[in-house]
């Protein structure tokens, strides 16, 4: 029970938790339900004209994921931006790993579960009232998501960048004591915007005519303008870039969390 | 048990403590004095590890406070003046936190809410901020941690409140208890407290044992206008002067708090020099 990590100390920190913010859970959770029925209503079922599309339910729940997730993300630890609050949160016998876990449980794994059974729940719906709607309206019609092409293809793909995202929100709550969710937005759009500028620039530079894109960690330049099957290669070779590939892609959330994790040890109130 | 060795401390670039230190042992009952902005909330929460001293050594029950390890955190207890509680009952209150206190007690929790007249149904957003801080305090004592700090108790009970808690925290000391209390309302605490610990200008000024003051000082009505003169801090009132004088006679006498706190702010070298 006295170490860092003990998971009866976590499973007690879980059930204290929920006691205490019960009543929040349940209330956001019937507004998410609410809010997601009003939207999928208002722009899929009303305004998805009659020959409706799976796909655009699906981005409409990518695009509710990543608003709502974020801002439930930003608001992670705003009990430290309070000082009242902070002392409380701070100076319970629990550890800060603990701490970490109890909020990645409830703001990223219990909200993504609640978010999506929500949009299930609300899909479904929709979707028993379109094909009501397809029986009776022979003109109408319904085209199911195609999960091996386009947007299904990257789909997985988009859900993993958004719990990156949240991750990073999470941080922004920890780094900022107020408006974390405004912050860190303004935060990450200067920081993305600077690295995009930095790397069009540096590639304009070193590529005048402009014949180069990127093919994943891979360099394309092409120098036979009437065919693209031929070009120069710049790349970093099989081992490395499959390395560096997958650093990229997996290794945000943990190192996002691992700084959390830092800044909570380093707060003081 | 704390062992506080050259710490410094400050807010942004405004120093608070320029190399203090301090002991404090088990089986006393602790009273932090100082003007506003001396840093006595400050120095509980560097003991609690909520603050981390900037230079020097600080050492808790064998811990480094701002290390907050959960062995640290579950022997320390802190009652801030400005605190926060949960929308929740007490009994919700109690099934939250007290599995996190090893030593915590229901049967005392129940006695102290019992002593401060707290029903133990309520909810905790239907209290006044009198009630909630009793109860504050009623969940740290029944915690039965080794440490247990309390910045500014008094500030916001009643009088009959303040009667309760006095009688509370005099049922509680133990010789494995060290308590630690930072208040500007010395009257409330003047049959409790065991030992007095003075800080200004970022240091100790006074620390001193209540039987070493009563030793050294005598505090007395005096109409002797030589004696008035003698004195190391005078009062004047209808009823004659208040005067505090060293006791060299060792006659036995009633100590006052507040009146040996303006002795010292006003007359700081004759006061210590009565204790060399």
Redesign the interface.
């Known amino acids: 029970?006295?170490?860092?990590f003990?998971f009866e100390?976590l499973f007690?920190l879980i059930?204290?938790q929920w006691?205490?913010?019960s009543?929040f859970y349940l209330l956001g959770s019937l507004a998410l339900f609410g809010l997601m029925a009003i939207c999928m209503i208002i722009f899929w079922v009303l305004m998805d004209g009659d020959n409706y599309s799976e796909s655009f339910a699906y981005n409409l729940y990518i695009i509710g994921l990543i608003l709502t997730g974020t801002i439930y993300g930003s608001i992670s630890f705003s009990i430290l931006g309070?000082?009242?609050?902070g002392?409380?949160w701070?100076?319970?016998?629990?550890?800060?790993s603990?701490k970490l876990v109890t909020s990645i449980f409830y703001n990223v794994i219990l909200f993504f579960i609640v978010y999506t059974l929500s949009f299930l729940v609300v899909k479904w719906g929709c979707q028993t009232y379109i094909e009501s709607y397809i029986r009776t309206h022979k003109w109408a019609s319904i085209r199911p998501m195609n999960w091996e092409d386009g947007f299904g293809e990257v789909f997985y793909y988009i859900i993993w960048g958004y719990f990156c995202l949240q991750a990073l929100f999470m941080l922004g709550s920890v780094y900022f004591r107020q408006y974390a969710f405004i912050k860190t937005a303004i935060f990450v759009s200067i920081i993305a915007g600077i690295l995009t500028f930095f790397i069009a620039k540096i590639s304009m530079n070193m590529f005048q005519g402009h014949g180069f894109f990127w093919n994943g960690l891979e360099l394309r330049e092409h120098h036979v303008p009437d065919n693209y099957g031929i070009y120069k290669s710049y790349s970093l070779g099989t081992t490395l870039s499959k390395v560096l590939g997958y650093l990229l892609t997996y290794c945000w959330i943990p190192v996002f969390w691992l700084v959390t994790w830092y800044r909570l040890?380093e707060k003081?109130? | 048990m704390i062992s506080i060795q050259n710490i410094h401390f400050k807010y942004g670039g405004k120093p608070v403590f320029k190399g203090l230190s301090l002991d404090l042992q088990p089986g006393h009952i602790y009273g932090l004095l100082g003007k506003n902005g001396t840093g006595k909330s400050t120095l509980l929460?560097l003991i609690?590890?909520?603050?981390?001293p900037k230079e020097g050594k600080l050492n808790v029950l064998g811990f480094e406070p701002g290390?907050?390890?959960?062995?640290f955190?579950?022997q320390?207890f802190?009652v801030?003046e400005?605190?926060?509680?949960?929308?929740?009952s007490i009994g919700?209150f109690i099934?939250?936190?007290a599995?996190?206190?090893?030593n915590f007690s229901r049967e005392q929790f129940r006695q102290y809410l019992l002593e401060f007249s707290i029903p133990e149904g309520q909810h905790l957003q239907e209290m006044s901020y009198g009630q909630k801080k009793k109860l504050l305090i009623s969940f740290g004592l029944a915690c039965n941690t080794p440490i247990l700090l309390m910045d500014e108790p008094t500030n916001g009970l009643d009088i009959v409140s303040k009667s309760q808690f006095r009688k509370v925290m005099a049922g509680s000391v133990s010789n494995e208890k060290c308590i630690l209390i930072s208040t500007h309302q010395v009257k409330d605490l003047e049959n409790l407290i065991d030992r007095i610990t003075i800080i200004d200008e970022g240091g100790i000024l006074f620390d001193q044992t209540i039987g070493r003051i009563t030793d050294r000082l005598h505090f007395k009505i005096s109409f002797d206008s030589e004696e008035v003169r003698a004195a190391l801090y005078k009062e004047t009132s209808l009823k004659g002067s208040a005067i505090i004088l060293i006791n060299e006679a060792g006659e036995e006498g009633r100590l006052d708090l507040e009146m040996l706190y303006k002795a010292i702010i006003t007359n700081k070298e004759a006061v210590q020099r009565a204790f060399k």
């Open positions: 029970m006295n170490s860092n003990s100390r007690g059930r204290k006691i205490e913010n009543r309070s000082k009242e609050k002392q409380y701070l100076s319970f016998p629990a550890s800060h603990e040890k003081e109130l | 929460r609690s590890g909520l603050l981390f290390k907050r390890s959960p062995a955190l579950q320390v802190l801030p400005e605190f926060y509680l949960p929308n929740i919700q099934q939250a936190n599995g996190f206190y090893p």
